[in-house]
């Protein structure tokens, strides 16, 4: 039982990295200016990048 | 400082050090302690994932479209999060039938199809090949270019010298030699590498770090930071291009097919597929790996755009942009450095070259090569040791695959940017996607269907992205990419029937998977499946639920020796001995008298045949000793369909049977209630119009006296029509009372809750009830203490409850001497009220029966009694409903005490869930 919600719960989550990587969204960051220096679409897909690995580190942890 | 010795020693030193460590690694784990059995390990050993293409090429594309490079990397990241649902359901089914690449794995589920796996492994040679190829000329391009120090030159001004001085035959042969030595050491039932996982880990350290390095140095030595190369990359002319989306290569449709390509490649290349799937120690394992591999990407690409921008910013265009990461500390003089990104380069490509041929000459030697030898030479059955031929066959392989990707190299030339090569390599391996993912999820897919939607895939992906690549290399004229293939320009290989909008991987894609998909969902709907595959199916797709015992689709006749030498032949006499007594001891049999072997015997030779020489083989040689007697495809359907209907129908009943018991049981307590309630229905409507029929008759005697006789006294009349009237108000007091209780039984009645003070109460109730003392000079007497808690409750009805008991003790106390005492106490939480008399007192076996309706104690006594015998059950109806308790103590002789409890306001709530109870009750 456990196993299977942490699964759901990880499907769930490369639902959204999918959604975060993909048009519409991605398109919305795709734009002229910078973050800290950093181009925006650049900064966008590391940063969310990053925060999809937390999550899924966080699901495996808290699902045991 | 740069020279050929110097580099040469380095790199040796390098090569030498990486063969240590997977001495050390087998050793440690022939010792029994294994230094790979942890999740870490088990993480890095995953990043063989990142190649030469990511090393270099993505610098590369990332010069050329920015973001481009980056899908490479976000779908594996998805593929991981995925990675508990399917990875963890692959490696378990490859554990349980001892499956050791990917062939073997979509042969084995499609039924142990020869045919099949044969077919996957070609499709996995073919494409992998210009893979390889890819990181020999990485290798080959780097050390020409180190060599030029301190000049920088682009590999194609490089003339590529003879074939023997080229560095990327020796990179192949020192591969190849470590391969054959570490992956083809010993033939392993379950095809696992220690050492080898070992030295790959330790790979994946070194060049994370010398890509690090050589990013921190272009973006903190040679630029001011993060900011300083983006600010002074947006100088470029194309820099817009590259800080947003749009370009040729990075449309959203790309980016997709891109991230949808590679989710399937980390799963289905032949080396992922190694590494994650067979070298895992531990299901578990997975649980770290789920987050660490993507970190690992994702750590390895922070540098990515920083070097590419700041090559275009340093070059200004005069460097191949795959070359940036060496070529920039270079142009700065760093040549330690450079020499560390160079070993980098060097051990990301090895680490490819070294699983990619181990699991791709696995595949040779099992899917290919032993079935059509098996087949051909029907005398090898019989041979005798036959662990040498299959280790023979697999170091042949190795050599070939890697001599055939270095000839692809040298032939190839410079046509293509490292990444557009591995692109292609890796739409050949998405062809297996709808037969793997396929087969483990549905088990409808069929056979038919995966060899259908292999075969088109295939023959498109060969027309789609290799033919193009072969006209890019000039191998095929320009025109067939121009104007298709005999000037047919709706065959235009990258824009097949004239589509446009996609770029050539896209393209492919799109067309391969269209075709894949919908002829292995279409045949496998509309074929039937062989007789073993149902089997298989059922085994890979429910591969979670506990196997079925005893229903093996078997049926035959072998002897246990036969197996063993048998098993002997790939295992040695010594294990293969070994494997059976151990099997003996777990089932509690003794050697001597264990002659006729069984299915589940059998079986277990062949899982463990399936491990050395891959499951299609394990078949052909088990079936050359057994007796098998064939099952047609109908038996197998009807054993399949009867265990499965069978344990379905007897947890169908006994279910249906639960129900029908619980069922019965509640029916039977309602049918019961049913008919007490109907008893009462009869005696209430009885006793109602046998009350009622008591005052008519008297009022219709006495009305008929006064009709008859007009001449009676006036005192006479007055009388009689006296009695009339008392007789219709107790009519009428009657009816009120049966209505009022019906309404408080039903819940209908209407209730006035508030905090009462039950002083006030008894108060007024005493002051109304002198009228039924003063005619029998009874006292009554009330003490109530001076402070009372307020009880929530509706104070007429509470009046009306005291008024019924005080007129119930007014008529019942003494006769000479009546007394009638209200008390009031405080108990726990209630107030609690005593009406006590002096009277006769009500005997034990009435003490409840004066409850029910139109029962009265009077009866008892013989003395017809005024009251209409409704008065204490709604009394009680009524405390019951305020949550309360109304009950007698009595004795014989001894007076009567009516009690009544009502909860104090506080706990209201107590009172409110009390109400409901009783209500449900």
């Known amino acids: 039982m456990r196993h299977r919600r942490k699964g759901e719960r990880l499907v769930a989550v490369a639902l959204l990295g999918f959604l975060l990587f993909n048009y519409p969204l991605l398109s919305l960051f795709s734009t002229e200016g910078t973050v800290l220096g950093v181009p925006v679409l650049y900064a966008y897909l590391f940063v969310s990048w990053g925060l999809l690995i937390g999550l899924m580190a966080l699901v495996v942890r808290n699902s045991g | ?921």
């Open chain 2, 1 to 921: 400082m740069l020279n050929t010795p110097l580099i040469l020693v380095v790199s040796f030193a390098y090569l030498g050090l990486l063969f240590a460590i997977a001495y050390y690694g087998d050793k440690r784990a022939e010792a029994g302690r294994s230094i790979v059995a942890r999740p870490s390990v088990y993480a890095l050993s995953l990043a063989v994932y990142a190649t030469s293409w990511t090393f270099y090429g993505s610098v590369g594309r990332a010069a050329d479209t920015g973001v481009g490079f980056l899908p490479i990397y976000l779908g594996p990241t998805l593929m991981f999060a995925l990675g508990w649902v399917v990875l963890r359901k692959i490696i378990r089914t490859s554990k349980a039938n001892r499956i050791t690449t990917i062939a073997d794995f979509i042969a084995s589920r499609y039924g142990k199809s020869t045919l099949l796996g044969g077919f996957v492994t070609i499709i996995a040679v073919i494409g992998i090949v210009p893979y390889i190829s890819l990181q020999l000329k990485a290798i080959s391009n780097t050390f020409n270019i180190l060599l030029e120090y301190p000049e920088i030159v682009s590999p194609a001004e490089i003339d590529p010298g003879s074939l023997f001085a080229d560095s990327g035959l020796y990179v192949a042969l020192v591969a190849a030699a470590f391969t054959i030595l570490f992956g083809t050491r010993k033939l392993d039932a379950t095809e696992r590498h220690e050492g080898m996982v070992a030295a790959i880990a330790f790979e994946s350290v070194v060049k994370l770090v010398a890509f690090l390095c050589a990013g921190l140095f272009v973006t903190f030595g040679m630029f001011g930071g993060f900011g300083d190369v983006f600010g002074q990359a947006r100088a470029l002319p194309e820099a817009d291009e590259l800080f947003m989306l749009g370009g040729p290569d990075t449309g959203y449709g790309s980016l997709f097919w891109l991230t949808v390509l590679s989710m399937l490649a980390i799963v289905l290349l032949p080396r992922q597929f190694h590494m994650a799937v067979v070298e895992n120690v531990d299901e578990r394992h997975l649980n770290k790996a789920i987050w660490l591999f993507p970190l690992y990407l994702l750590v390895i690409n922070v540098f990515v755009l920083p070097i590419a921008l700041g090559g275009l910013v340093r070059f200004e265009g005069g460097v191949n942009p795959d070359t940036f990461v060496l070529a920039l500390p270079m142009a700065e003089g760093q040549q330690a450095l450079a020499l560390f990104v160079f070993l980098g380069g060097v051990s990301a490509a090895t680490g490819m070259l070294i699983v990619e041929t181990i699991a791709l000459s696995t595949m040779v030697s099992n899917n290919l090569v032993m079935p059509a030898l098996l087949r051909a030479r029907p005398r090898v059955r019989e041979g005798r040791d036959l662990r040498g031929l299959v280790l023979g066959i697999r170091r042949v392989t190795i050599v070939i695959v890697l001599l055939l990707g270095f000839v692809y190299f040298r032939v190839a030339g410079e046509a293509a940017a490292l990444v557009s090569i591995g692109l292609v390599s890796f739409g050949a391996v998405a062809q297996f996607a709808p037969a793997l993912f396929g087969g483990l999820f549905w088990k409808g897919g069929n056979r038919n269907g995966a060899l259908a939607g292999l075969a088109a895939g295939f023959l498109l992906w060969a027309y789609t992205l290799l033919l193009p690549s072969f006209a890019r290399s000039g191998w095929l004229p320009a025109s067939f990419l121009e104007d298709g293939p005999l000037g047919i320009e709706l065959l235009r290989p990258e824009h097949l029937f004239g589509l446009t909008g996609f770029d050539s991987v896209s393209h492919a894609m799109f067309w391969t998977m269209l075709v894949n998909v919908g002829l292995y969902v279409g045949v496998s709907l509309f074929t039937r499946g062989g007789a073993t595959e149902h089997g298989q199916a059922a085994l890979f797709v429910d591969a979670f639920r506990e196997p079925a015992e005893g229903a093996r689709l078997w049926r035959g006749t072998a002897s246990v020796e036969a197996l063993e030498s048998l098993l002997a032949r790939f295992l040695g006499r010594a294990r293969a001995r070994n494997a059976l007594a151990r099997y003996a001891a777990a089932r509690g049999l003794t050697t001597s008298e264990w002659t006729e072997a069984d299915a589940e015997l059998v079986h277990h030779v062949e899982t463990l045949l399936a491990g050395s020489i891959g499951a299609v083989s394990a078949r052909v040689m088990v079936a050359s000793v057994v007796e098998e007697e064939p099952l047609g495809i109908d038996e197998v359907m009807d054993i399949l369909d009867e265990t499965s209907q069978v344990i379905a129908y007897s947890h169908e009943l006994e279910r249906k049977s639960r129900e029908l018991e619980a069922a019965t049981a509640e029916l039977r307590g309602a049918n019961r209630r049913l008919r007490e309630l109907d008893r009462l229905k009869d005696d209430f409507v009885s006793t109602v119009t046998h009350e009622l029929r008591t005052p008519l008759t008297s009022m219709r005697a006495f009305a008929e006296i006064l009709l008859d006789n007009p001449e009676l006294p006036r005192a006479e009349r007055a009388r009689f029509l006296r009695i009339v009237v008392d007789e219709t108000e107790r009519l009428t007091r009657l009816i009120n009372e049966v209505l009022d209780l019906s309404k408080l039984e039903s819940g209908r009645a209407e209730w006035d809750i508030a905090d009462v003070d039950l002083r006030e109460v008894i108060e007024e109730s005493a002051t109304a009830a002198s009228q039924f003392f003063a005619p029998r000079r009874a006292k009554l007497r009330v003490r109530v203490p001076a402070r009372v808690p307020l009880v929530a409750a509706d104070h007429d009805r509470v009046k009306q409850v005291l008024l019924n008991l005080l007129s119930n003790a007014a008529k019942f106390c003494d006769t000479e001497h009546g007394r009638v005492v209200v008390e009031l106490a405080v108990d726990d939480g209630a107030v609690r009220v005593d009406v006590r008399d002096n009277g006769p007192g009500i005997d034990p076996e009435d003490q409840e029966v004066i409850f029910d309706r139109f029962r009265q104690s009077g009866q008892a006594m013989g003395d017809r009694p005024s009251g209409t015998g409704l008065g204490l059950p709604i009394s009680r109806e009524i405390i019951r409903h305020l949550g309360g308790e109304l009950w007698v103590t009595s004795a014989r002789g001894g007076g009567s005490t009516f009690s009544f409890t009502l909860p104090v306001a506080g706990s209201r709530e107590d009172a409110a869930r009390a109400r409901t109870a009783v209500g449900e009750g």
